[in-house]
């Protein structure tokens, strides 16, 4: 399970997930746009399942994104 900061996963960490080879990833992020740049580098050893979004703040910008991935 990842719930990096709103800039995303530091290169580095992405980076040895993705070479430690998880069967299944679960991706919580309060920045759409990087969650979207971090499922780019995921995207070559793994598929998206769903991906869905949440408005847990109610008549704000704010939004969570909730992605489940597995090891293709």
Same mark, same amino acid.
């Given at each position: 399970?990842?719930?990096?900061?709103?800039?995303?996963?530091?290169?580095?960490?992405?980076?040895?997930?993705?070479?430690?080879?998880?069967?299944?990833?679960?991706?919580?992020?309060?920045?759409?746009?990087?969650?979207? @740049?971090?499922?780019?580098? &995921?995207?070559?050893? /793994?598929? =998206?399942?769903? +991906? @869905?979004?949440?408005?847990? &703040?109610?008549?704000? /910008?704010? =939004?969570?994104? +909730?992605?489940?991935?597995?090891?293709?």
């Amino acid at each position: 399970m990842l719930d990096p900061p709103r800039p995303g996963l530091h290169p580095d960490a992405a980076r040895k997930i993705i070479d430690s080879s998880p069967g299944k990833i679960v991706y919580i992020s309060c920045n759409p746009a990087t969650l979207a @740049r971090d499922l780019k580098k &995921f995207s070559e050893r /793994y598929n =998206v399942d769903s +991906l @869905r979004m949440i408005d847990f &703040f109610p008549n704000t /910008y704010h =939004v969570e994104a +909730l992605a489940f991935m597995s090891l293709r």
